[in-house]
């Protein structure tokens, strides 16, 4: 590492060192030489010159020694070492007393001028629950982390100041605060303040700000964005800053589809269980899951899934989905209900699914808080009884996970917790698309086997680079790499991390597995064009979102089951090419 590197790295340590602890420690030392310079001057001047003095003489010389001058020294004929040692803590104490004032006097001063000279940092703008976890592991990989935010009491912002993040307390649109953060000079800026229209402000006044100073230095903005065509209809790049979507809901809806998979282990091919996802709530994960399982569960048995929204305003959101999404309930049976877990016509619906030996049933319950999850949960918990139904409740803080295992009183039931902030606002999931990585091979599949066919990416959106890619494009990818492990679990086959993958099936599949998985992609397509807005015409019409495709599987032609052929058939490669091998689930 070369010297000028040291020493960016050094200054940053020693400045946060003295915010956490320097000021005591000074105070200390100060408080040390007090000490020396009383004790020793008052030893030292019990007989310089031979003639004892009283003790308050004694005491008023030394005190005189912090004035840095003593006219007792020029009567001595020589200087002992008590007194040597004791005009020195005398100066020290002094200078130190006239520094660490000036020091706190003027630290916001000081405090804004640093944070406004920093380059190469990552602001971070909303001290939320995300921003935790995205700022800890930001500053383990060595990055210094700027946070900005409204509240200056916030136990977020106390908790980073504390690790080494440094604060500046203010509204993120206003230009005097983003210079006081360093917003020019930064690497990197994650917006997630507030809902879709906050952050999209934030992101607005930080385009205007940087493209204001003239630097040709490119920042990267990761916003976080629940709606992508909200992003896409008012999200532009500008000359110094690119902007990029993220969202922490959107992680925490896959994150619920790969960790508590509503087909609690796969559905087989010949299987007769309908999946059934009841979802509680109406607040943003609970829409985030919705669209996730319109999107996801399609299975190999070929019975469509089931989706039920209990919440107060079922009917209104239904109505509200369908000026989105013309043909989402071609996706699934929708079921909505206004209401809550205690509203007594529902609580027969519920017990019903819970009990009926065709469905797979599980809960996710997203209310606004944890206290009314818990609630919802004891409310329907003597409706579950003893079925195989399983129960996630929506995480909101820390403490929600342990609360849950806690919870003694149906120990019966198996009860989760997901949506927690150290998995879908982590600095993998947010700057490294951790969850993309399947998704990414997909797109380069899918673009070589479009070119070879004489397609050519000018022509073709579809076809760009990934980093590129339009974001229905990417959305699109990764709800196809989300549902290779229901296809796996499907053939009881799972997949591990290997050295040297053979990507080769672990046994035989038959034609007609291939054919049944075949035909839950091009459901799974379907639905994810239809979850984008899209509906069935005659002639394709990207502008008004027509396909001729969007019709059941039978209905296609044999060029158009092929390409839901291929993805299927080339799996191993696939998850071979990322260091996965497949293997049979009782491996």
Known sequence: MSNQTSKRHLRPKLYLWWRKIGGTFSWALIATAVVLTLALGFLGFAEPDGTPRPVTTRLYLAIQLFTLESGAFAEAPEVNWKLEVARWAGFIAAFGTLINTL???????????????QSGHAVIIGAGSGCLQLATDLMKSGRRVCVIDKDSHSENLSALTSAGAVECIGDACDPSILSGAGIRKAAMVFILAGDDVTNLAIANSIGIACDASGDVHSIQAFIDISDPRLFLATCRNTQTVDFFRFSRIENGAR?????????QGGISIDAPEQVHLIIIGRNSMARALINQALASMHYANGVNAALTLITDLAVKERQSMLCKMPEFELCAETHFYDGDTSTPDLRKVLSHAFHSPEQLVTVAICETDFERSLDAFQNIAPLIGRSRTKVVIQSHHSDDRRI?????????IQTEVFGQSETSCSEEHVIGEALDELARRIHESYVVKRISNGDSPPNTPALLPWEDLPIE???????QADHIAVKLRALNIDFVACDEPDSKW????????????????????????????????GERDDDLRIHPDLV????????????????????????????????????
């Open 255 to 263: 994150e619920f589809f790969k960790v508590h998979n509503p087909d």
């Open 473 to 479: 494009y990417k959305v699109m990818n990764r709800q």
């Open 506 to 537: 672990p046994r035989t599949i038959t034609n007609g597995e291939f054919e049944a998985l075949a035909r839950a992609e091009h459901c799974r397509w379907a639905a994810c064009k239809r979850v984008a807005g899209w509906r069935f015409g």
């Open 404 to 412: 849950c295992v806690n919870f003694q009183e149906f120990p019966h």
């Open 552 to 587: 059941s599987w039978s209905s296609l032609s044999e060029a158009v089951q092929e390409y839901d052929r291929e993805p299927v058939q080339n799996l191993p490669k696939l998850l071979g090419s990322i260091g996965y091998q497949l293997i049979n689930q009782e491996q």
């Open 103 to 117: 020091l706190t006097v003027f630290a916001k001063q000081l405090h804004r001028l640093y944070r406004s000279r």
